[in-house]
């Protein structure tokens, strides 16, 4: 819907809109428009996280949207894979080809086509809605969206029962702010605003993360711990809070669930023995357990950073057991946000239908394998060999770990691949077709977030430019060539957006039609929302002891789990390749959006790696040089950058660059493994050991 134009631009309309990407922040938007032409997007003043502010991403996103590259419309292969050679085809031709094809796998067996997708947008219309009904109707293969969050979604399930936390808007009023695992200035800008007034006020910021990155520098205080001990260092902040008796015994005795077991846990990390596991000194472990004990209230922000290794959802629990500990919960400004996601209730049966499937249980594959399942074979546990993939929201060419073996799967000439898309990516260039979609000013979306507790509404902007059709409209197109004829495949896009929003106590109320004209509403609820217990666990408790944990044949406690790759775990290996890895996202990307941006790619420069002074000099590298960072699933070429930013014995490759735009046409996803998480099933990414070579 439009709102009042800006003063400046009498003869312009707003409408309201909301930010699609792969955020926390899900920022509220205005977006100008003026003759049809969106000529500007700005952040809501009136939100209260937004508060008019956007990331410099989202700022250009006019830029994004009339990109001389943008895919205007349908596109067939007209060369060898992986050549980007593409002719333009007709709607009608594309599609029903494309059907034409599904319905010859399928009838051998509708489990060889696989949907591949994820955030590419986090609307409920244009995300997992009409594509859901598609896939399920066809009968396809499930995918587990994995390749983000769900480590730490089910560490911190198992310790307070969901993805729920603190309003982030009372981070401003905290006296200590942990922010852990979390470049926040980079990834959680408006978080970070409300760091910054509690900072103002005397707060004390504190970053956890094995990079001095952007975040670090502006915080009292950087300990810069190993990638992957998150966990041992959560267990000696214990140690220090039960042995100087830092503890809230009365909110323990009332609202939690094995204090003793978790106490003698905790008693066998001392500051010493995790000072020599995490890398930093005892001393500043016992000065941090020492203010989070006596600095009240005291708040933590994590991130999915500190997930994304082999033991990251015991991490997320380990340190999702010490607001309980303090009764740091009691208070609005206490406790911690990883994820606001649960306290929001979408209906996803109503969105996605699974009864569609007709009582058909189909395999399910893990997105984080995608380069090993597509070279699979057909066999007995595996299932049909893969013949189809269809792309969308997703890069995988680019984001998906051990980069080589996801080209050569996507290169297999027996492989029917389609991918939805704004531009030529590094996926798009495999594709048989590529169809073009719409961007979040041409369609309409509803959103909610998942680093606060706001729905908002994205009402299209301006009309689909040149082809482009919203990704609904696609599936509803090839459902209709597939000979699909239930009802919900004719649902328009307003009437899937009404569906998204359950009337379930969770959303008081708040529906897509007032939406549409507010923009965004807040859900209600107490800013403290385990001031008195009431955990969504099987006990209502905070669980530091987890049955279901122990009924599944794990640990019932959080465990110090260290890396696939490390001196401790694969001695041998780090002998090879004695450099641990990390690939944080690069400020002016988000994954491997924004990358073909002109002006952002301009501000990035070009692909780098951070070296320590001391790594560097053994290996005979000086700064600016090109250097090759390899180990045994490949080799990433880029500029080196010596820093004392980073860790000795660690390197920071900042990512997700284009495999195409990165020298050597690879990118860091060709080191990194696809070994899994403790639990979650979730990616290894900061999990990886390389060498580095001038």
């Known amino acids: 819907m439009s709102v009042s134009p800006p003063a400046a631009a009498s003869d312009s309309t707003v409408v309201r809109g909301a930010c699609p990407h792969d955020c926390p922040d899900t920022c509220a938007l205005l977006v100008t428009v003026k003759d049809g032409v969106a000529i500007g997007v700005r952040g809501d003043p009136d939100h209260p996280t937004t508060h008019g502010k956007l990331c410099t991403k989202v700022a250009r996103y006019t830029e994004r949207t009339y990109h001389p590259g943008r895919l205007l419309q349908p596109m067939k292969r007209v060369g060898p894979k992986g050549s980007g050679q593409f002719a333009p085809v007709r709607w009608d031709e594309a599609l029903t080809d494309i059907a034409a094809k599904l319905k010859a796998i399928a009838a051998r067996d509708p489990q060889a086509i696989l949907p591949y997708s994820y955030g590419g947008t986090l609307g409920f219309v244009q995300g997992e809605s009409m594509a859901a009904r598609f896939f399920h109707k066809l009968g396809a293969s499930l995918l587990d969206r994995t390749i983000c ?23 401003a009023h905290s006296r200590l702010i942990l922010i852990w695992g979390s470049n926040s200035i980079t990834s959680n800008l408006h978080f970070w605003t409300y ?28 300990v810069q711990l190993r990638p992957g001990t998150d966990a041992a260092l959560a267990y000696a902040l214990m140690h220090e809070l039960i042995t100087h008796d830092w503890l809230d015994h009365d909110y323990i005795a009332r609202y939690t669930l094995g204090f003793e077991a978790l106490k003698a846990r905790a008693m066998e990390w001392p500051p010493e023995r995790a000072a020599q596991v995490c890398g930093v000194s005892a001393g500043q472990i016992r000065q941090l357990a020492h203010d989070y004990g006596a600095l009240s209230p005291a708040a933590i922000r994590m991130n999915y950073g500190l997930q994304r290794v082999r033991g990251g959802a015991n991490a997320v629990r380990a340190i999702a057991c010490l607001p309980a500990l303090v009764g740091a919960w009691r208070h609005d400004a206490g406790g911690l946000l990883m ?103 041409e369609h309409l979306d509803v959103h909610k977030a998942y680093g606060h507790r706001y729905w908002l509404a994205n009402n299209a902007a301006i009309a689909p430019i040149g082809q482009a059709k919203p990704n609904t409209e696609i599936f509803r197109l090839l459902a209709a060539r597939m000979g699909f004829i239930d009802a919900c495949f004719a649902e328009t896009d307003a009437q899937i957006a009404a569906q998204a929003i359950a009337p379930d106590p969770r959303n008081g109320g708040i529906t897509w039609e007032q939406l549409q004209t507010s923009g965004w509403a807040k859900l209600p609820g107490a800013a403290a929302p385990f001031a008195h217990g009431g955990f969504p666990t099987p006990s209502g408790k905070c669980e530091f002891w987890s049955q279901r944990e122990m009924d599944a044949g794990r640990d019932p406690l959080p465990d110090v789990l260290l890396p696939h790759e490390c001196a401790e775990t694969t001695p041998g290996l780090a002998m090879r390749y004695p450099l641990a890895m990390i690939s944080p996202p690069a400020r002016n990307f988000l994954n491997s959006s924004f990358v073909n941006v002109d002006s952002l790619r301009k501000l990035e420069g070009e692909p780098l790696l951070l070296l320590h002074p001391e790594d560097a000099e053994a290996r005979g590298i000086a700064d600016g040089q090109m250097v090759r960072s390899f180990n045994d699933r490949g080799a990433y070429l880029c500029r080196a950058h010596i820093s004392d930013r980073t860790r000795p014995g660690q390197v920071v490759a900042l990512g997700i660059w284009w495999r195409k735009l990165s020298p050597g046409g690879t990118n860091a996803n060709q080191l990194t493994h696809q070994r899994l998480t403790d639990l979650g099933g979730g990616p290894c990414f900061y999990d990886c050991l390389v060498e580095v070579s001038p």
């Not at 969050?149 to 981070?171: N, R, W, Y």
């Open 195 to 222: 760091a910054q007034q509690a900072k103002r006020a005397g707060a004390r910021l504190v970053c956890i993360d094995p990079w001095r990155n952007d975040t670090a520098e502006k915080c009292h205080e950087h």
């Open 339 to 441: 994820s606001s996601s649960n306290h929001f209730k979408a209906d996803t049966a109503a969105l996605e239908r699974p009864d569609l499937l007709a009582g058909r249980t189909p395999r399910t594959l893990n997105m984080v394998t995608i380069g090993d399942d597509l070279l699979r074979e057909a066999c007995p546990t595996f299932g049909p060999k893969i013949e189809a993939v269809i792309v969308y929201n997703s890069n995988p060419l680019a984001v998906a770990p051990e980069g080589d073996k996801v080209r050569r799967g996507f290169a297999r000439d027996d492989l029917f691949t389609v991918v939805l898309e704004h531009f030529q990516t590094d996926t798009a260039d495999y594709a048989d077709y590529v169809l073009s979609a719409t961007t979040q000013l």
């Open 149 to 171: 969050s769900t480590a730490g979604e089910a560490g911190l399930g198992a310790v307070i029962g969901g993805k729920l936390g603190m309003d982030v808007e009372q981070f």
